[in-house]
């Protein structure tokens, strides 16, 4: 008698991994990264339609500013979770439960540091005046949120004894998340996915609350350690778009979620990230910073998906999948696309930034259409990235100061170079000045500080072509420094040496909007 055939097994639901993101905090800590209130804002939003279940918005206690654009985005989100940071101290969380009251789901992220050595030589506290400070502010924090987070920062090196005894205080306090972050860099993956298997073994009610990982990339294991930690038992990860952040920076979001997708054999889990947006989200995070994402960053860096060696390109033009893990428009990415030309309208030049994700308010886009026509006069094709150049320019206009006018430098081999400049300072007047210099770009930089009575010293200038051919566009990037404070700024145009000035000016204008900025100290995490 036959046998009829077993109906194949209905595969498990994959169990969702919650995407925690702190570019607006531990990201913002990145030397010459401060971001202001509406620059957050944008980020904010543009998180949320990723599709980052918690954004933590900042440390409302460092300053007035800070405190509020926590609230701000708080008040303005719907969908997101967004936190407020605060150490165990009592005006501390204070300060952050009234930076998240009016969010439709506030939390408040408390941590306190417990390894022997944070303890000796930072805190110069004993183990019970920790635990006990632990549930006195975590209990202050469910007086204003019924959603509390804790992290004993410096986990992965303190005794697992005593951060076991941690986390239950924690827990029992009312904490709902537990975050045992890497603090420094300095787990390895079996030790970390190992520290959480004990303490969800080891701990009373731990089953019922949510752990988090939490990874610094001081040995480029940022992301390992992070997957190892869901191996581990952790739902929750902490992470930044670009992997930005304190020292060598955080966990990139973009590569933890496309690790997570692109190898559901390895890892059952899923995320709530519309991955189509990590491109666009990467590139608004670079502009608005000023840091460059490098060439061969994976995920969303230039090189991701380029194949230069000649049998790299024969595979993938026969089969993508010889040397494409991921397709590129999985991540958002647009190929080199010719899109517009010079008789193109507004309703096609908007649909398109649409298209790429590029949303600009009614003013900018204006602004942005007048500044594409202008280049439609100077190039003949346009690409996807002249539109994404466009944009990034009238994203950061919004923040400027002084903008550049005008531009005349008269350079020769053996001539002295000398250049004349023109800038619209915030009153809109104009303002000019000349100055000599060793080389057209330092005579050029030279009349820009005598402008904005702003001497820096200037650490490093890039330039490079953002599409192919002759007509294409330039970006340059410049990083100063001034008073011990490090910027970053970045220009574009077909021309490489207004390009230059206007990335100077960029530097310059963070300058100017930085020093006016007070923020206390506050330990990261």
Not at 314 to 326: A, F, N, P, Q, S
Not at 472 to 480: C, D, K, N, R, T
Not at 488 to 514: C, H, M, P, Q, W
């Amino acid at each position: 008698m036959a046998t009829l055939n077993p109906m194949p097994p209905v595969p498990a639901p994959k169990a969702k991994v919650i995407i925690f993101d702190t570019t607006l905090r531990d990201g913002e800590q990145s030397p010459g990264a401060s971001l202001n209130r509406t620059e957050k804002l944008e980020i904010a939003h543009a998180l949320e339609q990723l599709g980052v279940d918690v954004i933590e918005a900042g440390f409302p206690i460092t300053s007035p500013g800070d405190f509020d654009a926590v609230r701000s985005i708080a008040s303005e989100l719907k969908q997101a979770t967004v936190a407020g940071l605060a150490r165990c101290t009592e005006q501390d969380v204070r300060r952050a439960g009234e930076a998240v009251q009016n969010a439709a789901h506030g939390r408040i992220h408390v941590f306190c540091a417990t390894s022997k050595i944070h303890r000796e030589f930072k805190l110069n506290k004993a183990k019970d005046e920790i635990l006990r400070l632990t549930e006195q502010n975590v209990k202050l924090a469910r007086d204003y949120v019924a959603d509390v987070e804790f992290s004993p920062e410096d986990a992965s090196r303190t005794e697992l004894d005593f951060l076991a005894q941690v986390v239950q205080a924690a827990i029992e306090a009312g904490a709902t998340t537990i975050n045992c972050p890497d603090t420094v860099g300095y787990a390895t993956p079996e030790e970390y996915q190992a520290m959480f298997e004990y303490l969800l073994a080891q701990v009373p009610g731990a089953r019922n609350v949510i752990f988090s990982a939490h990874c610094h990339d001081d040995l480029g294991l940022a992301v390992a350690n992070s997957l190892a930690a869901i191996r581990g038992g952790a739902r929750q990860v902490e992470c930044t778009i670009n992997g930005i952040g304190e020292r060598a920076g955080n966990a990139a979001l973009e590569e933890v979620v496309m690790a997570l997708r692109t190898r559901g054999d390895q890892f059952r889990f899923t995320t709530g990230i519309h991955t189509p947006r990590l491109l666009p989200c990467s590139r608004l995070v670079s502009t608005l910073t000023g840091l460059h994402v490098q060439r061969n960053k994976a995920i969303v860096g230039e090189n991701a998906f380029a194949h230069e060696a000649g049998i790299h390109q024969d595979g993938v033009l026969k089969e993508r999948r010889t040397y494409e893990i991921m397709t590129p428009e999985e991540v958002g990415l647009v190929r080199n696309k010719l899109v517009l030309g010079k008789h193109s309208g507004r309703h096609a030049f908007r649909q398109r930034l649409d298209e790429l994700g590029l949303h600009l308010d009614a003013e900018a886009l204006e602004r942005a259409f007048g500044q594409f026509k202008m280049l439609c006069d100077k190039k003949k094709e346009i690409y996807d990235e002249d539109l994404e150049a466009l944009a990034d320019e009238q994203l950061v206009e919004d923040r400027q100061l002084f903008q550049l006018k005008n531009l005349q430098v008269m350079a020769g081999t053996h001539g002295v170079a000398t250049a004349t400049v023109t800038l619209l300072d915030s009153g809109g007047a104009e303002i000019t000045d000349a100055a000599i210099g060793d080389g057209p770009v330092d005579a050029m930089f030279a009349a820009i500080q005598r402008l904005t009575r702003i001497s820096a010293r200037l650490d490093s200038y890039q330039v490079r072509s953002l599409t192919g051919g002759r007509e294409a566009q330039g970006e340059a990037i410049v990083e100063l420094t001034h008073n011990e404070l490090k910027v970053r700024g970045r220009g574009f145009s077909t021309d490489i040496l207004e390009a230059s000035a206007k990335a100077y000016v960029a530097a310059i204008n963070r300058v100017r909007t930085l020093s006016r900025r007070t923020v206390s100290q506050a330990s990261p995490l």
